[in-house]
């Protein structure tokens, strides 16, 4: 009735090249197969700061064109540019 779980966190540096090597399905055997998903969204995972940028970017030039045009299209475009790159 009064169990309690003690969670144990354990923090692991990777090199480079570490960080690029293939998932398993199950981590740790390498004959349970390459898990796709996995090893394809850890390694691109350091492109995502550079794609949100790449947004604000954008958004700031849309932002520019939107005081040059005065029009509130380019300023709506803007604003949803931005909920993006935030998430």
């Known amino acids: 009735m009064g169990e309690s779980f003690d969670a144990v966190t354990k923090c692991v540096s990777f090199t480079l090249t570490e960080q690029f090597m293939e998932k398993f399905v199950d981590p740790g055997n390498h004959n349970s197969g ?19 940028l790449g947004l604000m970017c954008f958004g700031a030039l849309i932002g520019l064109c939107a005081c040059i045009c005065r029009s ?14 935030e998430n």
């Open 34 to 52: 390459i898990d796709l998903l996995r090893t394809y969204l850890w390694r691109c995972q350091f492109l995502l700061p550079f794609v949100s």
């Open 72 to 85: 509130l299209y380019p300023t709506i475009a803007t604003g949803i540019l931005h909920l993006l790159a």
